[in-house]
């Protein structure tokens, strides 16, 4: 066979090769990527304010409570494989029922695996830290520097979202500017998976 004319075979193998090699990459599925990041953890506690709402004080929950877009579907897909708590501290009744009202119309208790009763609410920053201690979670989720070093030692593993990257002393304590980018969540991405739905 002259030089350059390859055989059928030849040129079977050579097509399977190059087909193997530039597959394209499986991209794992959100809910895959929230069960491993939480390590198959199946109880969470979350703080609400900065986490969950754009809001970041109880003062401002007093007119009124907004549900993060960017956040939703990780939420609703922490919802599906574990037990979720959202926790928060407030002034007034007023608030307690801006904050439900806004999850509800974000479609947390409808679409997602979260009752009311999951909703916790309380009047200082030390009532939240019992409320975590009491359930016991393999994850708490919050924004508050101090409540995340006062819970390292009984919490199994921590997320401390803030703006500014925390280095801990603790393996067991991770730092994300949001909880959307903990689980490596772009506007892109959500594109991509909402296109490969």
């Known amino acids: 066979m002259p030089s350059g004319v390859y055989s059928s075979s030849e040129d079977l193998r050579a097509q399977n090769t190059f087909d193997e090699f530039f597959q394209p990459v499986k991209q794992p599925t959100l809910g895959q990527i929230v ?3 939480l390590n198959e953890g199946r109880k969470v506690t979350c703080r609400l304010l900065g986490v969950i709402l754009e809001e970041s004080s109880p003062e401002e929950l007093q007119t009124k409570a907004t549900v993060r877009p960017s956040v939703l579907d990780v939420l609703l897909e922490i919802t599906k494989f574990c037990d979720l708590y959202l926790m928060e501290r407030v002034i007034d009744d007023e608030s307690e029922k801006n904050v439900l009202l806004a999850l509800e119309n974000a479609g947390i208790f409808t679409s997602g695996g979260l ?8 009047s200082t920053e ?12 393999d994850w708490h989720i919050d924004t508050n520097p ?9 919490i199994k593993y921590q997320l401390h979202v803030s703006p500014v990257k925390t280095e801990w002393t603790t393996g067991k304590v991770l730092s994300s500017p949001s909880l959307e980018k903990f689980f490596g969540i772009t506007i892109r991405e ?8």
Not at 126 to 137: A, K
Not at 146 to 154: H, K, N
Not at 190 to 197: A, M, S
């Open 190 to 197: 959500k594109i991509y998976l909402f296109q490969n739905l």
């Open 115 to 122: 009752v009311k009763d999951k909703v916790l609410f309380c």
């Open 146 to 154: 101090e409540i995340v070093s006062q819970l390292a030692r009984f």
């Open 35 to 37: 069960r491993q990041k």
């Open 126 to 137: 030390n009532g939240r830290t019992s409320f975590v201690r009491q359930l016991e979670p």
